[in-house]
T-cell receptor, first 113, second 112 residues
Framework: NAGVTQTPKFQVLKTGQSMTLQCAQDMNHNSMYWYRQDPGMGLRLIYYSASEGTTDKGEVPNGYNVSRLNKREFSLRLESAAPSQTSVYFC????????????FGPGTRLTVL | AQSVAQPEDQVNVAEGNPLTVKCTYSVSGNPYLFWYVQYPNRGLQFLLKYITGDNLVKGSYGFEAEFNKSQTSFHLKKPSALVSDSALYFCAVRDNAGKSTFGDGTTLTVKP
C-alpha cells in the first residue's frame, strides 16, 4: 500500500515549457487535490476533483489544467511554465465527504527558470 | 469565504513543557477542522480532526486540540513537548463542498 505517489520528485523547466505532474493513489479514495506550497503562504488549492469525472477550480487555478484520468490518477499540467510557478506541488486524496482527512504525497519540487 | 489564521509564525518551547499552537477560523455552516504536521522535505501528515461532539479531540503522537465555538478557535496542544515534535504545523478548515483552506503554518521548535 503505497498511499499517494507523485512523479517526478524534482523538475527544472525553462519559461514557456510544458509538463505534466502525475499523481496516483491506491486507497480507493473518491476525492483528489492539487496544492502548491510557497514559503510563508501555506498550502493553496489549485484544483480538486470531488469524484471521478469531476474537477473544480480552487484558489489559484490560472496557468494550470487537470485531468482526473480514472479513480486512481489525477494529473496537473502546466501548458506554458512561468517563473511564478516555481513551487512545491502536493497531491492529496481523501475518502470524500467533509469529515475525512486528506492523505498527501511526498511533493514535486518545480523550478522554472 | 472560509479562512484560517495561525497568528504565530514560530513557537519555541523547552522539552517537557506544554505546548500550544493557535488557530482561529471563519466558515459559514458547521466547522470541520483539521491539524496536519509537516516534517522537512515531506508531505503533510494528518494529526487530528474535529467534526462534532466533544470539544477536546485527541490525536496522534499525544497531541490534542480544543474546539471553542464562541471564540472560533481550534488550538493544538500537547502536555509535554518532545524534541521530535519540532516541525511545521498546519490548521485547516473544510467547507460543505469538501474544499479545504489551510493556514499559513506555524513552525514549532522544541529545544532540549
Amino acid at each position: 500500500n503505497a498511499g499517494v505517489t507523485q512523479t517526478p520528485k524534482f523538475q527544472v523547466l525553462k519559461t514557456g515549457q510544458s509538463m505534466t505532474l502525475q499523481c496516483a493513489q491506491d486507497m480507493n479514495h473518491n476525492s483528489m487535490y492539487w496544492y502548491r506550497q510557497d514559503p510563508g503562504m501555506g498550502l493553496r488549492l489549485i484544483y480538486y476533483s470531488a469524484s471521478e469525472g469531476t474537477t473544480d477550480k480552487g484558489e489559484v487555478p490560472n496557468g494550470y489544467n487537470v485531468s482526473r484520468l480514472n479513480k486512481r490518477e489525477f494529473s496537473l499540467r502546466l501548458e506554458s511554465a512561468a517563473p511564478s510557478q516555481t513551487s512545491v506541488y502536493f497531491c492529496a486524496s481523501a475518502r470524500g465527504g467533509v469529515n475525512n482527512e486528506q492523505f498527501f504525497g511526498p511533493g514535486t519540487r518545480l523550478t522554472v527558470l | 469565504a472560509q479562512s484560517v489564521a495561525q497568528p504565530e509564525d514560530q513557537v519555541n518551547v523547552a522539552e517537557g513543557n506544554p505546548l500550544t499552537v493557535k488557530c482561529t477560523y471563519s466558515v459559514s455552516g458547521n466547522p470541520y477542522l483539521f491539524w496536519y504536521v509537516q516534517y522537512p522535505n515531506r508531505g503533510l501528515q494528518f494529526l487530528l480532526k474535529y467534526i462534532t461532539g466533544d470539544n477536546l479531540v485527541k490525536g496522534s503522537y499525544g497531541f490534542e486540540a480544543e474546539f471553542n465555538k464562541s471564540q472560533t478557535s481550534f488550538h493544538l496542544k500537547k502536555p509535554s513537548a518532545l524534541v521530535s515534535d519540532s516541525a511545521l504545523y498546519f490548521c485547516a478548515v473544510r467547507d460543505n463542498a469538501g474544499k479545504s483552506t489551510f493556514g499559513d503554518g506555524t513552525t514549532l521548535t522544541v529545544k532540549p
